[in-house]
């Protein structure tokens, strides 16, 4: 759920609009999700959708039972080394050197260039590109990827990040936790496993290893029997 209000389709900057993201304003939002989906305290995200269901569940732990993160990004800690020691390990592999060249050059000014940008970036995110590519673009779809929103996403981390908001909250975190990721994880390395399964005291990690960052993709049935175990488990 938290994946479908963190996504970037479909989201148009509003016309004359001053976008403040507040804290505040996030509580109000998310905090109206179990009675929208009228789920028994679960949540589940991936990446920045992980930031968010992690968020919430500092924010109201009496609201969550359990908690699935997929490759999720902690906000505020730097696994920057270790995104490079990965670029480092791939040059010269040719799966991955125009991803990493466009990555470094592009300065996109609009949803259509940002999406081609992603869409030769795809690489990056996973351990065998040449595989899982295919079915991650028909997953995709033919839709834009907002621009205005991931500038705002990112605008909106700073103050998180340099108050280490989301690291502190760690402890308040009383819901069981699953933590899944891929080893081969260059984006949202597993260091953020590493990190936020020492935070918090119910929290279960589980790596698997010759996959990138969307292990539903490339770890397919690894992926889903860990969550439907974790859901099922009392």
Not at 12 to 24: C, I, K
Not at 42 to 57: C, E, Q, R, T, V
Not at 175 to 202: M, P, V, W, Y
């Amino acid at each position: 759920m938290a994946d479908l209000i963190a996504g970037e389709h479909h989201f148009a900057a509003p016309n004359g609009l001053d976008f403040t993201y507040t804290v505040r304003y996030s509580e109000q939002s998310v905090n109206s999700l179990p009675v929208l989906v009228q789920c028994p305290g679960w949540g589940i995200g991936h990446s920045h959708g992980g930031a968010i269901a992690l968020a919430y569940a500092q924010l109201f732990p009496e609201n969550v039972t359990k908690i699935i993160l997929i490759d999720h990004r902690l906000i505020g800690f730097d696994d920057s080394s270790a995104s490079r020691g990965f670029k480092r390990d791939r040059k010269g592999d040719s799966r991955y050197d125009k991803a990493y060249k466009v990555q470094d050059t592009a300065s996109p000014t609009s949803d259509s260039e940002f999406t081609e940008l992603f869409h030769e970036m795809a690489p990056i995110y996973f351990y065998d590109p040449e595989a899982h590519i295919p079915a991650f673009f028909a997953a995709l779809g033919q839709d834009q990827i907002s621009l205005w929103c991931v500038q705002k996403v990112n605008a909106a981390e700073k103050k998180v990040k340099r108050e280490a908001t989301m690291i502190k909250g760690l402890k308040r975190v009383t819901a069981q936790t699953l933590i899944i990721f891929g080893n081969q994880d260059a984006q949202c390395t597993i260091e953020n496993l590493e990190q936020t399964k020492s935070g918090i005291h119910s929290a279960t990690g589980i790596v698997l290893d010759e996959c990138g960052h969307f292990p539903w993709i490339e770890k397919r049935e690894e992926t889903f029997t860990a969550v439907r175990a974790f859901l099922e488990a009392e």
